[in-house]
T-cell receptor, first 114, second 113 residues
Framework: NAGVTQTPKFQVLKTGQSMTLQCAQDMNHEYMSWYRQDPGMGLRLIHY???????DQGEVPNGYNVSRSTTEDFPLRLLSAAPSQTSVYFC?????????????FGEGSWLTVV | QQQVKQSPQSLIVQKGGIPIINCAYE??????FPWYQQFPGKGPALLIA?????SEKKEGRFTISFNKSAKQFSLHIMDSQPGDSATYFCAASIDSGTYKYIFGTGTRLKVLA
């Protein structure tokens, strides 16, 4: 059982470049989300999705786009990378029917923007 | 009102000690309070969780204490081991049908051998 798979693991971008962080889950979870983790800031929600075709903004959505064309996949697009987007990005998923359902995180994508 | 405040930011204890990490919240609609453990280079993973209808939950060496009136909850690690060295996040969520978990800022724990 692969769980939540993120690619790439590490990426270096130049300011202004665009890229897509890939996320896939094989647990048939309705809910998926993207967080960024920065020192002293904890985990901040970027975008989330409650099902295929439905996405919404989280706490820090600026500079990022998402789409959810299938239940399994939830890519995060950086439109024009900025040094402030240097961070560790985590994709996560969970079942929808209760707030008590466990969030499963991927192993993270380390992004550096120079 | 949506914040979860976590303290301390970092903590160093000797092996066998009992580190305590505290979290406080404002929104009384929160109904689920999990703790996540994160090892370096890995994603967070659920450690233990509690709902407001109980004051304490224990799983192995990990205990959550919950004070509903004070809107605070804490994680205690009994007989801590070097393998417990990790970052710990508290969180809170509402069973409202939306996907909103609010995470604390994390506590980096180091257990000395």
């Amino acid at each position: 059982n692969a769980g939540v798979t993120q690619t790439p693991k590490f990426q270096v971008l130049k300011t202004g470049q665009s890229m897509t962080l890939q996320c896939a889950q094989d647990m048939n979870h309705e809910y998926m989300s993207w967080y960024r983790q920065d020192p002293g800031m904890g985990l901040r929600l970027i975008h989330y999705s409650v099902g295929a075709g439905i996405t919404d903004q989280g706490e820090v959505p600026n500079g990022y786009n998402v789409s959810r064309s299938t239940t399994e996949d939830f890519p995060l697009r950086l439109l024009s990378a900025a040094p402030s987007q240097t961070s560790v990005y985590f994709c996560a998923s969970r079942q929808a029917d209760s707030s008590g359902n466990t969030i499963y995180f991927g192993e993270g994508s380390w992004l550096t923007v120079v | 009102q949506q914040q979860v405040k976590q303290s301390p930011q970092s903590l160093i204890v000797q092996k066998g000690g009992i580190p305590i990490i505290n979290c406080a919240y404002e929104n009384t609609a929160f109904d689920y309070f999990p703790w996540y453990q994160q090892f370096p280079g890995k994603g967070p993973a659920l450690l233990i969780a509690i709902r407001p209808d109980v004051s304490e939950k224990k799983e192995g060496r990990f205990t959550i204490s919950f004070n509903k009136s004070a809107k605070q909850f804490s994680l205690h690690i009994m007989d801590s081991q070097p393998g417990d060295s990790a970052t710990y996040f508290c969180a809170a969520s509402i069973d409202s049908g939306t996907y909103k978990y609010i995470f604390g800022t994390g506590t980096r724990l180091k257990v000395l051998a």
